[in-house]
């Protein structure tokens, strides 16, 4: 666990308030507190626990502010280390909640699907990335999904202003890490917050999930940082980690991780198909691939998945559906990658 920054003046009207994240390498979320004529709002709100809400408002308290002075909060996205007190504080402050439209949908995605319809997709999904059965019955006794249920007063799109009196605080939609994920342009002092979009040392998780309807995430969110290396702003200020200057520089740093990934995936194809669990575990990741927890293994699926569209974007593999192995079984059959290379030079 990482240890609590303490609350920070960054000038502006501007303070970071460090959440806490309950067992969680991160350590904490960094929300953010910016100043108006109109009263303070919030930049992200932390994950939903007495221990997080109780950090939030001491840290509100030392800045002088109560928790009924929030007029409200804007949510970099719908994860729960960024969005899970946003309830709590709107029944508390009588604020709103903003966050951008396509997150939105995706809470109503989320809220409509019953737990057990949720569990039964994410089963299927499985079966289709080729998961061997421990995986799979491991997925099934596993703890219910997180349920996320927020709702928005306010659906934000890009390019617009968030109402504040005196402040120029433009929203930048910058889809990948979630289909709605924003970043907050601070026009008036140059800060720019990034939420999980730009962090100073790790990358963002970037998956393909079967709710997710952004089908290209990972170019997507390529796309997005080269759009945030024009804007020039004066000072990242991230929800995780810390801040920093050399915006340019970072996003050239991730761009770059990620062409590398793709080259490494591209190679790993051959003219075989393979299953999405088959490449997955070729690849190199932090941790072995056999000693990853289950719920690891499953994210590191989702970036494979994420990282084989681009490719199939970029006309350098090709999916198909595969067979259930002459088992027999009703399961759904398993989608399978190979390189376009040989059918390229056949041609």
């Known amino acids: 666990m990482r240890d609590m920054p303490s609350v920070e003046a960054l000038g502006s009207g501007i303070w970071s308030l460090p959440v ?94 019953r737990r057990t319809d949720r569990r039964e997709f994410e089963v299927t999904q499985l079966q289709r990335a080729g998961a061997p059965a421990t995986e799979i019955e491991a997925h099934e006794t596993a703890s219910p999904p997180f349920d996320t ?30 289909p709605g994920h924003i970043c907050l342009h601070l026009e008036d002092s140059g800060h720019l917050f990034t939420g999980d979009h730009i962090l100073p040392r790790i990358t963002p998780h970037v998956g393909l999930y079967p709710l ?18 024009e804007l020039g702003a004066a000072e990242a200020l991230p929800a995780h980690e810390r801040r920093f200057s050399d915006l340019a520089g970072r996003t050239s740093e ?18 075989e198909p393979a299953t999405l669990w088959e ?42 559906t595969g067979t259930d192995g002459g088992t027999g079984t009703a399961a759904p059959a398993a989608l399978r990658w190979r390189s376009t290379a040989g059918s390229a030079a056949v041609r």
């Open 20 to 113: 806490p994240i309950p067992d969680n390498p991160l350590g904490y979320t960094l929300t953010y507190l910016v100043e108006s004529a109109d009263g303070p709002i919030l930049v992200d709100t932390g994950w939903p626990s007495d221990e997080g809400w109780n950090a939030l408002t001491a840290g509100l308290d030392q800045i002088g502010v109560a928790i009924t002075d929030v007029r409200g909060a804007v949510l970099t996205h719908f994860h729960p280390d960024h969005s899970g007190l946003a309830e709590r504080l709107r029944a508390a402050s009588g604020g709103w909640i903003a966050i951008h439209q396509a997150d939105a949908a995706m809470l109503r995605r989320i809220t409509d699907q």
């Open 149 to 178: 249920h927020i709702r928005a007063d306010r659906e934000l799109s890009h390019g617009e202003l968030v109402d504040l009196p005196d402040r120029k605080l433009r929203v930048l939609w910058t889809p990948g890490h979630s």
């Open 212 to 229: 997710d309807e952004d089908h290209d995430p990972l170019g997507r969110f390529l796309d997005s940082l080269s759009q945030i290396n």
């Open 254 to 271: 991730i761009i770059a991780h990620h062409e590398e990934r793709l080259d490494q995936l591209a190679a790993a194809l051959g003219p």
């Open 279 to 320: 490449l997955s575990t070729i690849l190199e990741w932090r941790r072995d691939w056999t000693q990853m927890r289950t719920a690891t293994r499953r994210m590191a699926a989702s970036e494979t998945a994420a990282h084989l569209r681009l490719l199939e974007r970029r006309g350098l593999a090709v999916c198909s």
